[in-house]
């Protein structure tokens, strides 16, 4: 049986990406690095209106566990709590299928409609969730005992920007967003954990449907 994972996002750097934005280069793959955005870096296509797209393309999401993770864990727990390879692949797939139904419901809040595939007026979205960590595994029977831990963690977004007609790309954002953390023990279950995982996913996906769209670049 899937021993049910506590998801734990870890603040890390991603693909030489630091938190400070003077240290990142000005351009990437012929994109420019906008400044003053609610994400922590976006690099757009100069030129790019993301106006222009009243239809969205969310291509499944990948989804990576830190180096070493599965390894570092099991030194760690107990024989029971052990994690298996089939266990991180449930976990990915629960990962990613949470993530593109949280980015789905926030994206066709004003209209835009969900497509399969590219064409004019279509916005691809390639999303990866990277640097993945577990802190502790859910208990298996619900009001039995409790789990705690002392913060919720990190994770980080990788996406793409597409032109669905084209299939150039036009920008990307990199964001590591940490979950509420006060500094105390608290419980962590499955519950607790998709809703913290749901309530970063309607963060990214709420900037990208309100304040993306209304940057452009000369």
């Not at 603040?11 to 420019?32: F, H, M, Q, W, Y």
């Not at 419980?187 to 993306?212: E, K, P, Q």
Request: net charge neutral; aromatic share 6%; with cysteine.
């Amino acid at each position: 049986m899937l021993k049910r994972i506590v998801v734990c996002w870890m603040i890390a750097l991603v693909a030489g990406c630091a938190t400070s934005k003077p240290n990142l280069p000005a351009e990437s793959d012929g994109l420019r690095l906008m400044p003053d955005t609610k994400l922590a870096t976006i690099y757009m296509k100069p030129g790019a209106d993301l106006s222009q797209y009243d239809k969205i393309a969310l291509l499944d999401t990948y989804v990576a566990f830190a180096k070493n993770w599965e390894r570092n864990y099991n030194e760690e727990a107990t024989f029971e709590d052990r994690v298996s390879d089939k266990d991180m692949q449930k976990i990915r797939q629960r990962v990613a299928s949470e993530f593109n139904r949280e980015m789905t419901k926030v994206l066709t809040k004003d209209g835009r409609e969900m497509v399969s595939k590219g064409g004019t007026g279509v916005l691809i979205l390639r999303p990866a969730i990277i640097n993945l960590r577990v802190t502790a595994p859910d208990l298996m029977t619900a009001g039995m005992e409790q789990t705690y831990v002392a913060s919720a963690g990190s994770m980080t977004l990788f996406m793409e920007l597409l032109d669905g007609k084209t299939g150039a790309l036009i920008a990307k954002v990199i964001d590591t967003e940490a979950a509420d953390n006060t500094g105390m023990m608290q419980v962590a279950d499955s519950v607790t954990n998709m809703a913290d995982f749901d309530r970063v996913v309607r963060r990214w996906a709420g900037i990208l449907n309100s304040h993306l769209a209304k940057i452009t670049t000369k």
